[in-house]
Structure formats: C-alpha cells, structure tokens
C-alpha cells in the first residue's frame, strides 16, 4: 500500500488528520519531483523559490528578500551565490547604501525561471488533476490565507483573532 493510498483509505485516524503530518507527506512529494525539475534549468528549489521573488521585487535588498521567502540570511547568500555563479542573477551595490546589495535577475535568469515555472505548473497540474476547478481555487485561497498572519501568529506563540478562532462557549 503506497502513502497515497494510505492516506485515502485511512479517513479519520489521527495521522491522516494531523495537519503536520499531511503538509509534510505533501512537501515531500513535491520535493522530490520540483527537485528534478529546477536542476534542469541551473538551479535548487530554494534558488528557484529566491528567482521567483526578485523578479517580483527587482530591488530588493538582500535582507528584504531573506524575510520575503522565509530564509536565513547565512543560507540566502550561499543560495545568492548559486544563482550568480549559474549566471541567474547579479548583486549590485546599493546606490543609496553601498554595503547593500541590490539583487536583479539577468536575461538567461529570467528565461530559466519561465521555463523552470512551466515545468512546475504541469506538475501542479498532476497534483490538482482530481480537483475541479472550483476546489483548486479554495485550496489554492486556503493555502495563501494560512502562509499569512495565521502561521506568523502561532510561529510567535501567539493568537491573532483574525488567524485563529476564539475557543469555548
């Protein structure tokens, strides 16, 4: 019996109910396959997910972009250093503060990116393939809702009424 079949056949027991348990059988799936995938084009999933956000943040600074995908900043510049040593991206220095650096994807980062995404997506696509589009869209929203104030708000040991209902009567 595999995982997946493990996991549909088994509704209700406490591993298959544990949000941990089911986020981490599905990273690790997903590891697996987007790994591959990313070494195609020049570079880790990390480096893929760091491309994804200069592109959407072309100035930003190195400590800006460790916070903005949840890194270290000791682990983003060896991952810095990958993509620039791949050609992927370039460090320039800050004009307004020359001990930052300013971190721009080149032409051939840019195109490594486009292609590397396509690649994920039709492999998103075999993840969400018995999902109508509807439930694609609440997962999809559910996921986003969840990566914001109410992960944020348990990481801090605290809780936000907007992330976490009241408990009791």
């Known amino acids: 019996m595999t995982a997946a079949s493990a996991a549909e056949d088994s509704p209700g027991s406490w591993l298959h109910e544990d949000l941990h348990w089911s986020f981490a059988r599905l990273k690790q799936g997903l590891s697996t396959a987007e790994s591959a995938v990313v070494r195609e084009h020049g570079m880790s999933l990390w480096g893929y997910t760091v491309l994804m956000a200069i592109v959407e943040a072309p100035a930003r600074t190195q400590l800006a972009l460790a916070q903005a995908v949840s890194v270290d900043k000791s682990k983003l510049v060896i991952i810095l250093d990958e993509l620039e040593g791949a050609g992927l991206v370039v460090r320039r220095p800050d004009p307004a503060d020359r001990r930052a650096r300013i971190i721009e994807v080149t032409p051939e980062g840019g195109r490594a990116l486009k292609a590397a995404r396509g690649d994920m997506e039709a492999i998103e696509e075999r993840l969400l393939g018995g999902l109508d589009t509807q439930e694609r869209a609440v997962l999809r929203k559910a996921l986003r809702h969840l990566v914001g ?10 809780q936000a009424e907007s992330a976490c209902p009241p408990s009791g009567p």
Do not use: F, M, S
């Open 149 to 158: 104030a109410p992960i944020l708000a348990i990481e801090d040991g605290r």
